[in-house]
């Protein structure tokens, strides 16, 4: 849906009602929720508080001026795009072009035998290029599916958005298209959005599927330690509520990592202690989805101190 400056919306996932301000690009608008310092919203995350309203005005409002993203890529590319070019004989180059105003982190995925493994990941600034690997022609062959998910942000003023998570069902007979000129990588390529307007239920079902994966148990074991001096090198500088703040901090990004890349178990060694942080992670833990059983650690192995997360 196409918003404008005045209208008034609410947030889709969370409370809050505001009025929009201005519209930054195609995806992205300023909202002021009442407290003059607007946020920058991504449109899926929004909705009219009044649906009818944009028909009313529809006619009487004009469209407001957007604001560019960057050129740095030396073309108006639309949106964030994979890039495919030649590099060598039977090698071709896959990239990530990001002519939006806002910075990306991403990873792809390739699903193989009912399971999806990691390609690559990193950050791309807006109005740039990421590199995410050269494949041989033997290695497309056997892809089938290339699956990315996308968060974009900014430093600033800016609501938490939601990943963007898409896919692109890949066919050797692709490499078969003509190819036209990219100038941005002053090449001859494909081009392929990655917001292309899948319909709804398909990007549920991506979700989904990688969720599922997420889910698996693998066999792997993965310990962390949350023993103040191991994150931070001045430790004796730090209040008790500073340091259990790092700590717990610490363990949400190490949790959250394990859950996306198929580990079976977490240790986590957080010590003896009064038992503020061991407390803090098992309430943690009774709050997090696809946590099968945790229970203190194997004694001999790790002490008193740990305790041992078992996920589904």
Known sequence: ???????????????????????????????????????????????????????YFAKEKEKPEERSAPQSLGIRLIDISLA????????????????????????????????????????????????????????????KNLYFQLLFYKAGAMMPQAPLITHIDWKNSLLEQEFHLIPPLR????????????????????????????????????????????????????????????????????LSDALVSNVGKLIVIHGIGEGKLRAEIRNRLKETEHVRSYHPADHQRFGNGATEVVFE
């Open 1 to 55: 849906m196409q918003f404008y400056v005045g209208q008034k919306v609410s947030l889709l996932h969370d409370s809050g009602e505001g009025k929009v301000v201005s519209i930054i690009d195609k995806y992205h608008v300023e909202v002021d929720f009442g407290d003059d310092f607007p946020y920058d919203v991504h449109v899926d995350e929004i909705i009219p508080n009044n649906p009818e309203e944009e028909k």
């Open 84 to 143: 495919v070019t030649r590099e060598s004989g039977s090698e071709y180059r896959f990239t990530l072009l990001n002519p939006e105003a806002y910075e990306i982190l991403y990873t792809v995925f390739e699903k193989r035998k009912h399971k999806y493994h990691g390609l690559a990941y990193g950050k791309i600034d807006a109005g740039g290029k990421d590199l995410i690997g050269i494949f041989a022609e033997e290695q497309l062959k056997a892809l």
């Open 187 to 254: 090449q001859d390529g494909l081009l392929f959005s990655l917001r292309k307007p899948n319909k709804p239920e398909e990007e549920e079902k991506a979700q989904k599927a990688l969720q599922k994966n997420a889910r698996k148990s693998g066999t792997e074991e993965r310990i962390i330690d949350l023993h103040i001096e191991e994150l931070t090198i001045f430790p004796h500088q730090l209040s008790a509520v500073e340091m259990l703040e790092i700590q717990i901090e610490h363990f949400e990004k190490c």
